[in-house]
C-alpha cells in the first residue's frame, strides 16, 4: 500500500519544500546599485504616512534602498525603534519631540530655531539629529463640536477651566503622560476633566466618540483637513501650552550623509502649513493613497526631473 | 442599500481603488503567505519530534502541553509586543509567537494520533518483527497521520488569522490592509482584506482537506 | 529590579486596583463583553445545530458556513464592526458573537448526529414523541459534546477581547494596547497575564459546569469524548 502512493509522498514533499523555499526566499536583496539602506518610519496618521512617503520617494530616486515602517505606533514605539537603530529616519515635530527626548523637561518655546537647537543637543549622544526645520506646522489642538463649543461659550483653551468637570477628554492612550497634553492641561490652564477616554489621538475613534458624545473634548491635529466637515472647532491655545511643532526630520547620524541630509532638507524647504493641510485632504478626504499623494507633490516640484 | 451599511454612507468597495492596487494587495498576500507557511513548516518540525517524545515517555506529556499551553493562553498581540525589545521590528518577533501556537496544536493532535493506533495493530507489527524505530516510522506515525493533519489544518486557518494582528506592530500582510482602513476610515482596503483573508484561508484548508485525500485515500477525513 | 519583580509590584499596587483604569473594571468590562457574546451567540447557534444534528439535514452547508466563519480574521472582523455600527460596546459584542458562533453550531450538529441510532429507534419504540426524544434523550446524551463546543467558544471569545481595546473598547486589551501605546511593558505584561489567567479560569469553570451537567449515566459509560484540537486562536 504504502509502495502504490510513494510517488504522491514524493509529489507531495517536493511541493511542500518547494512552498517554504519560495516563502523564505521572497525577501532577497535588490539587484539595483544602492547607495545605501534606509528604514523610514511614520505614526499612526495619514499626515505621517505622507511625509514618511516622501522622504523615501526621494531617497529612493537619489539611488538608495529605502524599507518603509508605516503605520508604526506613537512616539513612544518609533523613538525607541530609532534610539535603538531598527529604524533610521522618521518625520518628527520639533517641540513634541524635544519634549519626549527630555522627558518633558519644558525647554520647547514657540521659536523653532531654539528648539530645534535644544533637540539637537539632546539627541547628540544618541547618536541622532534633527536636520532642518520645516515651514510647515502641526500642533497638538484641543476640539470641541459647535454644539459643545455654543453651550458653554468657548473659544479659547482657558474657557474650559470652569466646566472642564462637566466634560470628558478623548484622546490617545499617550496623552496622561505627555506634558502637552492632560499634565500640560491641568497645570498651564487648571483644567480638571470629568473623564478622560483612552482613544487615538485624531483618529477613526475620537471621531466617532464625539459623534455619538462619548467624549465633549477631543485631541486631533492642527493640520487635519476635516474638521469643519466634522464640525469640530478648534480651541485657541491662549496660554500657549503647544509649541513650535514644526515638521523635521529625525535621523540617525549614520546614515545622515551630506547628501542624504540635502535631498530631506529640501523637501522641508518645500513644505509649508497650507501645503501640509491640502496634502492631508487629498488622502483623509478624497482616499487617495499617501505614497500616490507624495509622489504627485514631487513630480509637481520637479524633484525627479 | 448597500451604502446604507456603513455609517458614512460610503460604498463598501472602491473599485477604482482595488483596480489600481493590484500590486499592492497582491505584496500583503504574499507577505501573509511567507509568515503562515514558515511559522507552520517550523511548527511541524518541532512538534513532530516533540509530540513523539510525550507519546513515548507519558512523564513529558504534562511539561511540554503545559508549557505551550500557558503560551497558548497569551494573546498574540501582547506577546508580539513583548518580543520587540528583544527581537526588534524583524520577522522573528512575528513568527516566535505563531511557531508557540502552532506546537501546541500539532503537539496535542500528534500525541492523540498516536494514542489512538489499535493495540492489535501495535501487537501485529511487533510480531512481524518490527523493530521500535521501523515500528514508529512505518506503521504508528502513518496511522496518526489523519490527526496530526486535521491538526495542520486548524493551525493553518488559526495563524492566518492571527497574522493580520501583526499589522499592528508594522508588519505587513492583510491586516495592513485592515489597518490602513481603519487608521484612514476608508472601507475598501478594511473590505479587501478581511475578504482575502476569509478566502485564503478557506481555500488553505479545502486544500489541505483534499491533499489529506489523495496522500491517504484509505483513511476517513477529519 | 527584575521586569519580573516590577510586574509583581504593579499588581501589589494598590492603585492599580481602583478606578476606571483598575483591574475591577477593566474585569467587569471584559467578562461583560464575552458573556454576552457567548450567551448571544449560544442562543443563536445551539438551536441550528441541534435542529440541523436532530434531522440531518444541511449538516454540511451548516460546517461549511461554520469553517468559514472560523477564517474570518478577527481583527478584520471588529473593525468593519467599528465602521458598520459605530463606537461602544455594542459593535464589539456583535463582532465577537459572529466568532462565538461556529464552534457551537459544529459541535451541536456532531454531537446530535453521534447519538446512537439504536438508541434513538428503542427512544421511538417506548413511544416518546419527537420533541420528548429530542429533550429527554438526544440532548442528554449530546451534553458532554455541546459544552466543549460551548468552553471553546467562551475562551476563544475571551482571548479575542483583547482586541477590541483597538477600536477603543474596554477589558484587559487596554492594558495592552494602552502599555504598547506608551511602551510600558509592565503594565502590557500585566495586561497578557490578567488574559491569561481568565482565559484559563474560563476553562476551568466551564469544564466544572459540564461535569455537573452530565447525566451521571453518561458519564460512568461514555468514554471521555476525543480531544481533538478543540483549541482554536483568533487572536
Not at chain 1, 539587484?31 to 522622504?55: C, D, H, Q, R, W
Not at chain 3, 427512544?123 to 458532554?144: F, I, K, N, T
Not at chain 3, 505584561?189 to 449515566?217: D, H, N, Q, Y
Request: hydrophobic share 50%; glycine share 10%.
Amino acid at each position: 500500500m504504502k509502495r502504490i502512493h510513494a510517488s504522491r509522498w514524493l509529489l507531495a514533499g517536493i511541493a511542500a519544500l518547494a512552498l517554504v523555499a519560495a516563502a523564505c526566499g521572497s525577501t532577497g536583496p535588490s539587484t539595483s546599485s544602492n547607495k545605501g539602506n534606509i528604514t523610514v518610519a511614520g505614526f499612526n496618521f495619514a499626515e505621517s504616512s505622507i511625509l514618511a512617503e516622501l522622504y523615501a520617494q526621494a531617497l529612493e530616486h537619489d539611488g538608495y534602498t529605502v524599507t518603509r515602517k508605516l503605520r508604526l505606533g506613537t512616539r513612544e514605539v518609533v523613538g525607541p525603534a530609532i534610539k535603538s537603530g531598527q529604524i533610521d529616519l522618521y518625520p518628527g515635530y520639533a517641540a513634541t519631540d524635544l519634549e519626549f527626548y527630555n522627558s518633558g523637561a519644558g525647554e520647547a518655546s514657540g521659536d523653532v530655531n531654539a528648539t530645534v537647537q535644544k533637540l539637537n543637543i539632546r539627541l547628540q549622544s544618541l547618536g541622532i539629529e534633527a536636520l532642518n526645520p520645516s515651514a510647515a506646522v502641526d500642533q497638538n489642538a484641543f476640539a470641541v463640536t459647535k454644539a459643545t463649543a455654543q453651550k458653554y461659550n468657548l473659544t479659547k483653551l482657558s474657557d474650559l477651566a470652569a466646566v472642564g468637570n462637566q466634560l470628558v477628554l478623548g484622546a490617545g492612550p499617550e496623552c496622561p503622560t505627555r506634558p502637552f497634553c492632560l499634565p500640560g492641561l491641568e497645570k498651564t490652564y487648571g483644567i480638571h476633566f470629568k473623564d478622560f477616554k483612552a482613544l487615538d489621538t485624531d483618529g477613526p475613534a475620537t471621531r466617532a466618540a464625539f459623534a455619538n458624545g462619548t467624549i465633549q473634548v477631543g485631541l486631533v491635529f492642527s493640520s487635519d483637513s476635516d474638521l469643519n466637515k466634522l464640525g469640530l472647532v478648534v480651541l485657541q491655545d491662549d496660554k500657549h501650552l503647544e509649541n513650535a511643532d514644526n515638521v523635521v526630520p529625525i535621523i540617525r547620524t549614520k546614515v545622515a550623509t551630506d547628501e542624504v541630509k540635502s535631498v530631506l532638507n529640501k523637501i522641508s524647504a518645500a513644505l509649508d502649513t497650507k501645503t501640509l493641510v491640502t496634502l492631508n485632504g487629498q488622502v483623509e478626504l478624497n482616499h487617495q493613497d499617501a505614497d500616490a499623494v507624495a509622489r504627485a507633490f514631487l513630480q509637481q516640484h520637479n524633484y525627479f526631473a | 442599500m448597500a451604502a446604507a451599511l456603513f455609517l458614512d454612507a460610503e460604498p463598501w468597495v472602491d473599485w477604482s481603488w482595488v483596480s489600481t492596487h493590484v500590486p499592492t494587495v497582491l505584496g500583503d498576500l504574499g507577505q501573509h503567505v511567507e509568515l503562515t507557511v514558515i511559522s507552520l513548516a517550523a511548527g511541524v518540525v518541532i512538534a513532530l519530534p516533540l509530540g513523539v517524545a510525550a507519546y513515548r515517555w507519558t512523564g513529558l506529556r504534562l511539561p511540554t502541553l503545559g508549557l505551550f499551553g500557558a503560551f497558548y493562553t497569551i494573546p498574540s498581540i501582547a506577546l508580539f509586543a513583548l518580543l520587540i525589545p528583544y527581537t526588534g521590528l524583524t520577522t522573528a518577533t512575528a513568527l516566535i509567537p505563531l511557531i508557540g501556537y502552532n506546537v501546541l496544536i500539532l503537539v496535542r493532535n500528534v500525541i492523540v494520533g498516536l494514542d489512538e493506533v489499535p493495540r492489535d495493530v501495535l501487537d501485529a507489527a511487533d510480531g512481524m518483527g518490527y523493530r521500535p524505530l521501523a515500528r514508529l516510522l512505518q506503521v504508528e506515525l502513518p496511522l496518526a497521520l489523519p490527526a496530526i493533519l486535521a491538526g495542520v489544518r486548524v493551525a493553518t486557518v488559526s495563524t492566518i488569522g492571527i497574522v493580520t494582528i501583526t499589522a499592528v506592530i508594522g508588519f505587513g500582510g492583510l491586516g495592513a490592509l485592515i489597518l490602513q482602513g481603519l487608521i484612514e476610515s476608508f472601507h475598501t482596503p478594511l473590505v479587501v482584506g478581511a475578504l482575502m483573508g476569509v478566502l485564503v484561508a478557506n481555500f488553505a484548508d479545502v486544500g489541505l482537506a483534499a491533499g489529506q485525500r489523495w496522500l491517504l485515500p484509505w483513511a476517513r477525513s477529519e | 529590579m527584575s521586569f519580573l519583580e516590577q510586574v509583581w509590584r504593579w499588581f501589589g499596587d494598590a492603585q492599580h486596583w481602583q478606578g476606571t483604569d483598575g483591574v475591577p473594571t477593566r474585569l467587569a468590562e471584559h467578562l461583560h463583553l464575552s458573556a454576552e457574546s457567548v450567551f448571544i451567540g449560544a442562543l443563536i447557534a445551539l438551536p441550528i445545530g441541534i435542529a440541523l444534528g436532530h434531522y440531518g439535514r444541511f449538516g454540511n452547508l451548516a460546517i461549511n458556513v461554520s469553517n468559514t466563519g472560523r477564517a474570518v480574521p478577527s481583527f478584520g472582523l471588529l473593525v468593519i464592526a467599528f465602521q458598520v455600527f459605530g463606537l461602544g460596546d455594542g459593535p464589539i459584542i456583535i463582532a465577537l458573537t459572529a466568532l462565538a458562533i461556529p464552534p457551537m453550531v459544529t459541535n451541536s450538529y456532531v454531537a446530535l448526529r453521534e447519538v446512537d441510532p439504536d438508541v434513538k429507534e428503542a427512544a421511538r419504540g417506548m413511544g416518546y414523541r419527537e420533541l420528548a426524544q429530542l429533550l429527554r434523550v438526544e440532548l442528554p446524551l449530546s451534553v458532554p459534546l455541546i459544552m466543549a463546543g460551548i468552553r471553546t467558544s467562551a475562551v476563544q471569545v475571551v482571548a479575542t477581547a483583547t482586541l477590541a481595546a483597538l477600536i477603543a473598547g474596554g477589558g484587559f486589551g487596554r492594558y495592552i494596547v494602552d502599555g504598547l501605546a506608551t511602551q510600558d511593558y509592565t503594565k502590557l505584561f500585566a495586561g497578557a497575564v490578567l488574559v491569561a489567567l481568565l482565559a484559563l479560569a474560563t476553562e476551568l469553570s466551564l469544564s466544572a459546569a459540564e461535569r455537573a451537567l452530565v447525566p451521571r449515566g453518561i458519564r460512568l459509560q461514555r468514554a471521555p469524548t476525543k480531544r481533538r484540537a478543540t483549541a482554536f486562536k483568533t487572536a
